[in-house]
């Protein structure tokens, strides 16, 4: 409503308390019984919930199961907030530290790279050190003292660390140099570590989850396997006689983010917050956490790796709303190998893009507050806190990310954890862009892995598509066959428009397996016909696209599994 200069006047008895902002008119407060009655009308209408059901039911079929068992509910509401604690929010203020990744297999070329990424805006070098490697050649001409420089060199950590330090001579080192020594070294590597570090003035120790990721595991598993490493840190460096500041503040921590947006911001939140409760009760007071963020491994597709941009984008925004320092874009050519010039460039630019032209990075936390967030961050603290003390007393983590691994790649193969380009939309015709090879994925159990390797061998023989009536070529049922098979590497021939079984054997041309598409009035008037003549001319299988009859051998449509499915259809077609 509106006062007689024209401007917003308060309803009368609606006024805001002092010290709130009421944005809402009286006609859009809406409860959560209204919203639960309008939810109930639509799930009815698409059939998900029966007349006669409570209502109490939307919110059962909404929700939404994370791999660790966490429900989210379809809506957030204050409630989600009562007696929760609501720490771990990110303290980095402005934008994050951009930092590119590159592996050494040749210096002039990694020199030549890192060269470009600093002229391109990145602020820091992430190396993946492998014996022998160059140090010195690689790092020629770079400005120490503003970039800092990230080291992984697992093999022999001491011996690259030495080696920066011994490049760097009298000059000095940006504060956040890592020497990179990860968690799990042998004891006397990581004393040596931290007082090189202490020496140098940089970080020294890694803490490094982003393994539980890679192999298939859960958000809750990687924020328990980083307490482990981070408590073993505590446990052998405080019985060498540090104290756990001096360990706590010569430390960063590594994670995965994914496309996974929300369960991303809610990760890194939960991780500040239980690292500082292991600090808080080891006695210590440097309860900050310093983190980074990698985009996902696993997500990402080799078949269509273009998508590959739109995951890391999705994931960086993710890392820089949950607060990481440091954020990691991996190139979207990297599964093909080596990454070129452009995939490198886009990489860096994503996180450009989000700070300088979206500005994620201008508000300190863009998601405090948000009950979603804020009861995800807290589930999973709780649960990660709780598988913490249970590895603690002996449980076998690998086995726990074997389990997650196996329950994720089933949801892959249902096609409830779609992966464009790959289960959903793929195409058979493309050119993949050639890169040379590089064995940075070596340990990396991608999510499509199944399905990448029909792709890598794809079916010699078509499946006949076998489209019943004038407009089935158009028809949802025939692309959804067509894309199905496509995931599986299995191309189709279509029949294209029939308006009897004449006209559809006319199109035949013999291939073992046949898929029948049409609409239920079609399959009904001349389906089991069309089977029988097919059956007739020399198909061995028929597939019925909807629900199974007892003329055809197989059926398919949603909620199928479709790696069962296409590796069926493979065999008939051999």
Same mark, same amino acid.
């Given at each position: 409503?509106?006062? =007689?200069? &024209?401007?917003?006047?308060?309803?009368?008895?609606?006024?805001?308390?002092?010290?709130?902002?009421?944005?809402?008119?009286?006609?859009?407060?809406?409860?959560?019984?209204?919203?639960?009655?309008?939810?109930?009308?639509?799930?009815?209408?698409?059939?998900?919930?029966?007349?006669?059901?409570?209502?109490?039911?939307?919110?059962?079929?909404?929700?939404?199961?994370?791999?660790?068992?966490?429900?989210?509910?379809?809506?957030?509401?204050?409630?989600?907030?009562?007696?929760?604690?609501?720490?771990?929010?990110?303290?980095?203020?402005?934008?994050?530290?951009?930092?590119?990744?590159?592996?050494?297999?040749?210096?002039?070329?990694? #020199?030549?790279?890192?060269?470009?990424?600093?002229? &391109?805006?990145?602020?820091?070098?992430?190396?993946? =050190?492998?014996?022998?490697?160059?140090?010195?050649? !690689?790092?020629?001409?770079?400005?120490?003292?503003?970039?800092?420089?990230?080291?992984?060199? /697992?093999?022999?950590?001491?011996?690259?660390?030495?080696?920066?330090?011994?490049?760097?001579?009298? @000059?000095?080192?940006?504060?956040?140099?890592?020497?990179?020594?990860?968690?799990?070294?042998?004891?006397?590597?990581?004393?040596? $570590?931290?007082?090189?570090?202490?020496?140098? $003035?940089?970080?020294?120790?890694?803490?490094?989850?982003?393994?539980?990721?890679?192999? %298939?595991?859960?958000?809750?598993?990687?924020?328990?396997?980083?307490?482990?490493?981070?408590?073993?840190?505590?446990?052998?460096?405080?019985?060498? &006689?540090?104290?756990?500041?001096?360990?706590?503040?010569?430390?960063?921590?590594?994670?995965?983010?994914?496309?996974?947006?929300?369960?991303?911001?809610?990760?890194?939140?939960?991780?500040?917050?239980?690292?500082?409760?292991?600090?808080?009760?080891?006695?210590?007071?440097?309860?900050?956490?310093?983190?980074?963020?990698?985009?996902?491994?696993?997500?990402?597709?080799?078949?269509?790796?273009?998508?590959?941009?739109?995951?890391?984008?999705?994931?960086?925004?993710?890392? $820089?709303?949950?607060?990481?320092?440091?954020?990691?874009?991996?190139?979207?050519?990297?599964?093909?190998?080596?990454?070129?010039?452009?995939?490198?460039?886009?990489?860096? #630019?994503?996180?450009?893009?989000?700070?300088?032209?979206?500005?994620?990075?201008?508000?300190?936390?863009?998601?405090?507050?948000?009950? *979603?967030?804020?009861?995800? /961050?807290?589930?999973?603290?709780?649960?990660?806190?709780?598988?913490?003390?249970?590895?603690?007393?002996?449980?076998?983590?690998?086995?726990?990310? @074997?389990?997650?691994?196996?329950?994720?790649?089933?949801?892959?193969?249902?096609?409830?954890?779609?992966?464009?380009?790959?289960?959903?939309?793929?195409?058979?015709?493309?050119?993949?862009?050639?890169?040379?090879?590089?064995?940075?994925?070596? %340990?990396?159990?991608?999510?499509?892995?199944?399905?990448?390797?029909?792709?890598?061998?794809?079916?010699? /023989?078509?499946?006949?598509?076998?489209?019943?009536?004038?407009?089935?070529?158009?028809?949802?049922?025939?692309?959804?066959?067509? #894309?199905?098979?496509?995931? $599986?590497?299995? *191309? =189709?021939?279509?029949?294209?428009?029939?308006?009897? !079984?004449?006209?559809?054997?006319?199109?035949?041309?013999?291939?073992?397996?046949?898929?029948?598409?049409?609409?239920?009035?079609?399959?009904?008037?001349?389906?089991?016909?069309?089977?029988?003549?097919?059956?007739?001319?020399?198909?061995?299988?028929?597939?019925?696209?909807?629900?199974?009859?007892?003329?055809?051998?197989?059926?398919?449509?949603? &909620?199928?599994?479709?790696?069962?499915?296409?590796?069926?259809?493979?065999?008939?077609?051999?």
């Amino acid at each position: 409503m509106t006062d =007689v200069e &024209g401007g917003l006047a308060e309803p009368a008895g609606l006024e805001p308390e002092q010290g709130s902002l009421d944005l809402a008119d009286p006609a859009d407060r809406w409860s959560a019984a209204d919203w639960e009655d309008a939810a109930a009308a639509v799930l009815r209408k698409a059939r998900r919930l029966a007349e006669d059901d409570d209502n109490a039911l939307v919110w059962e079929r909404l929700t939404r199961t994370t791999l660790d068992g966490i429900g989210i509910p379809p809506l957030g509401t204050p409630a989600l907030l009562e007696d929760l604690t609501t720490d771990g929010r990110p303290t980095r203020a402005g934008a994050w530290d951009v930092r590119a990744h590159l592996r050494l297999a040749d210096a002039k070329a990694a #020199n030549e790279e890192l060269r470009v990424d600093l002229d &391109g805006g990145v602020t820091s070098l992430w190396l993946t =050190v492998d014996p022998g490697a160059d140090l010195a050649a !690689v790092l020629d001409g770079v400005l120490l003292d503003l970039a800092p420089v990230v080291l992984d060199a /697992t093999a022999d950590p001491l011996a690259a660390a030495r080696a920066l330090l011994d490049h760097a001579g009298d @000059a000095e080192l940006h504060p956040g140099t890592n020497l990179g020594v990860p968690a799990t070294a042998d004891d006397a590597d990581l004393l040596a $570590g931290l007082e090189l570090a202490e020496r140098a $003035g940089v970080l020294g120790l890694v803490v490094d989850a982003t393994d539980v990721h890679d192999r %298939g595991g859960s958000d809750v598993q990687e924020l328990a396997r980083s307490l482990v490493l981070g408590v073993r840190l505590l446990r052998v460096l405080t019985e060498a &006689g540090r104290s756990v500041d001096e360990v706590a503040r010569r430390v960063e921590f590594r994670f995965a983010a994914s496309d996974e947006q929300f369960p991303t911001i809610a990760k890194l939140r939960a991780a500040r917050r239980l690292w500082a409760r292991v600090v808080e009760l080891s006695g210590g007071t440097d309860l900050e956490q310093r983190q980074h963020a990698v985009t996902s491994r696993p997500m990402m597709s080799r078949y269509d790796p273009y998508v590959n941009m739109l995951r890391t984008t999705v994931a960086a925004f993710a890392a $820089g709303v949950g607060g990481a320092d440091a954020v990691t874009v991996l190139p979207f050519d990297s599964p093909l190998g080596r990454p070129d010039v452009l995939g490198r460039r886009i990489a860096r #630019n994503t996180s450009h893009l989000l700070i300088e032209e979206s500005h994620v990075a201008a508000v300190a936390d863009p998601a405090g507050g948000a009950y *979603a967030v804020e009861k995800l /961050t807290d589930d999973l603290a709780v649960a990660a806190w709780t598988l913490f003390g249970r590895l603690e007393d002996g449980t076998d983590l690998d086995e726990l990310v @074997a389990a997650t691994a196996a329950e994720r790649d089933a949801q892959v193969a249902r096609r409830t954890r779609p992966i464009t380009g790959l289960t959903e939309f793929p195409h058979l015709a493309e050119v993949l862009p050639e890169r040379a090879p590089d064995d940075s994925w070596a %340990g990396v159990r991608p999510h499509g892995a199944a399905f990448e390797a029909l792709r890598d061998e794809p079916a010699a /023989t078509p499946v006949f598509l076998a489209t019943l009536g004038t407009v089935a070529s158009h028809t949802a049922r025939a692309t959804f066959a067509t #894309n199905l098979f496509a995931a $599986g590497g299995i *191309a =189709v021939s279509p029949a294209g428009a029939t308006a009897d !079984v004449e006209a559809l054997l006319a199109a035949y041309d013999g291939q073992p397996v046949v898929c029948l598409a049409g609409s239920d009035a079609a399959y009904a008037e001349w389906g089991a016909a069309a089977a029988e003549a097919l059956r007739g001319a020399g198909a061995r299988w028929v597939i019925v696209a909807g629900r199974p009859t007892d003329y055809v051998d197989d059926s398919c449509a949603m &909620g199928v599994d479709a790696l069962d499915f296409v590796t069926r259809t493979r065999e008939k077609l051999s």
